[in-house]
């Protein structure tokens, strides 16, 4: 079974502080990705990367960064928070083929006081 | 612009009854559109696949079509249970070498007793 998992569910921070989210999959794969995910407006892409150390934005880049040392870690950054950043953030992986599946990990319910 | 649409917004139906949910996509090159089941709190979950050559697709009580010439899905739900009851959204796969999935909104489906 393919496992991603999410570093927290739930998580509060202030505004200006800055926020670590961190995703780790276990199947190996080469693309992972960040999304959010806000009533109404479905999932838009932040960034995903298809390697280690690569990454490319996505939709909405602005106001994250992301970090991907390890194949199996991909890390989304918020510089600075900001209340526009409350949302769910969705971490996903997927092989590199046609057919690609993306498994999604939990989500982390991030609010931004 | 690549964009996928989806219909009813949500749906209310009782425990037992069928539900047709709705997809029209306008996304070039099409590869194959999924169906993701996300129950609240949790990540989305692949329930099917289908690519530019296949019409139907089941799993257990979950049927989607496809119509390539329309360019329209639908899922259709069958006997419906409480589990059911979730966000079902439609996601389209880009024929080519980037990571573009197009999502949809998603369809809130609220089964009751």
């Known amino acids: 079974d393919v496992k991603v998992t999410q570093s927290s569910r739930y998580l509060v921070k202030r505004t200006g502080e800055k926020v670590f989210l961190e995703c780790v999959q276990d199947m190996d794969h080469e693309n992972m990705f960040w999304y959010r995910q806000d009533p109404g407006l479905g999932l838009r892409l932040i960034y995903f990367s298809y390697d280690v150390k690569m990454k490319e934005k996505g939709d909405i880049p602005e106001g994250y960064s992301v970090s991907r040392e390890k194949k199996e870690r991909f890390s989304l950054i918020l510089e600075s928070a900001s209340t526009n950043q409350t949302s769910m953030y969705l971490c996903?992986?997927?092989?590199?083929?046609?057919?690609?599946?993306?498994?999604f990990g939990p989500g982390t319910r991030l609010t931004v006081l | 612009k690549n964009q996928v649409e989806q219909s009813p917004q949500s749906l209310i139906i009782l425990e037992g009854k069928n539900c047709t949910l709705q997809c029209n996509y306008t996304v070039s090159p099409f590869s194959n559109l999924r169906w993701y089941k996300q129950d609240t709190g949790r990540g989305p979950v692949s329930l099917t696949i289908?690519?530019?050559?296949?019409n139907t697709k089941s799993n257990g009580r979950y049927t989607a079509t496809l119509d390539a010439d329309t360019k329209q899905s639908s899922l259709h739900i069958t006997a419906s249970q409480l589990s059911d009851s979730a966000s079902y959204i439609c996601v389209v796969t880009l024929e080519n070498y980037g990571q573009n999935f197009v999502f949809g909104p998603g369809t809130r489906l609220s089964v009751l007793p």
């Open positions: 289908m690519t530019f050559s296949e």
């Open positions: 996903a992986s997927s092989l590199v083929s046609l057919r690609r599946e993306q498994f």
